[in-house]
């Protein structure tokens, strides 16, 4: 079945730094990605919309400068946490549709889990 | 108020038991939904598509009313294994993007 493969599973950073967080889709090609963060014992909160070689598409409330995202490829999208906060330690989970399936479900990465000290 | 709203639970429920969870989403053009189950610390997964008619999968039945905009689930002979949180998901019109609700967390004990 379709795989999404999101790097790394967990990271700790200071406060300060930048932190990428990698998301691959392994056996299909998506043209669009979705970033979104989860805190404890909230839902999922899309942040934004990854598109294979144009900009991402931000939800309101969400820093585009803060959280920089890159589609360089149909099968990798990038998001940086810059000059991360310990406010930003949360899950955060991409996912990806396969574009030549119509109605193909989201396919989620295993998400990777982000704590800044 | 919330795109999609849910009853946080926790639902505790032995073993056998049949439980139900309810949504609400606000937005009456939304297109598609869904039940996805999460595990703790793990990304969400599908756990069905709901349709208009109704569907059924095994021991999880959903149904969907369009006019009260208002999606269920139903678990019969509930497992041990059930024990997760259920995450109602709507897409909105147009686009590809899922909302998610906060989710409904169910316990199964023996």
């Known amino acids: 079945g379709a795989v999404v493969s999101q790097h790394p599973s967990w990271v700790i950073c200071k406060s300060g730094t930048s932190v990428k967080i990698e998301c691959r889709s392994l056996?299909?090609?998506?043209?669009?990605m979705f970033w979104y963060r989860q805190f404890p014992k909230q839902s999922l909160m899309l942040m934004a919309t990854s598109n294979e070689g144009s900009k991402a598409t931000y939800e309101q409330g969400v820093e585009k400068d803060k959280f920089l995202i890159n589609h360089a490829s149909l099968t990798l999208s990038t998001l940086t946490v810059t000059s991360a906060h310990p406010e930003d330690s949360s899950f955060y989970i991409c996912s990806a549709r396969d574009r030549d399936l119509d109605n193909s479900p989201l396919h989620f990465g295993n998400g990777t889990r982000l704590t800044v000290t | 108020r919330k795109e999609v709203e849910q009853d946080p639970g926790p639902f505790n429920v032995p073993e056998g038991a049949t439980v139900a969870f309810n949504c609400t989403y606000s937005n009456s053009a939304s297109q598609s939904f869904f039940w996805y189950r999460q595990d703790c610390r793990k990304e969400p997964k599908l756990l069905m598509s709901v349709y208009s008619s109704g569907n059924e999968d095994g021991r999880f039945t959903a149904q969907l009313n369009r006019a009260s905009q208002y999606i269920s689930l139903l678990i019969r002979d509930s497992k041990l294994s059930d024990s997760a949180t259920y995450l109602c998901?709507?897409?909105?019109?147009?686009?590809?993007?899922?909302?998610f609700g906060a989710g409904t967390r169910l316990a199964v004990h023996p």
């Open positions: 998901v709507v897409r909105r019109p147009g686009y590809n993007k899922l909302i």
């Open positions: 056996d299909f090609q998506a043209t669009t």
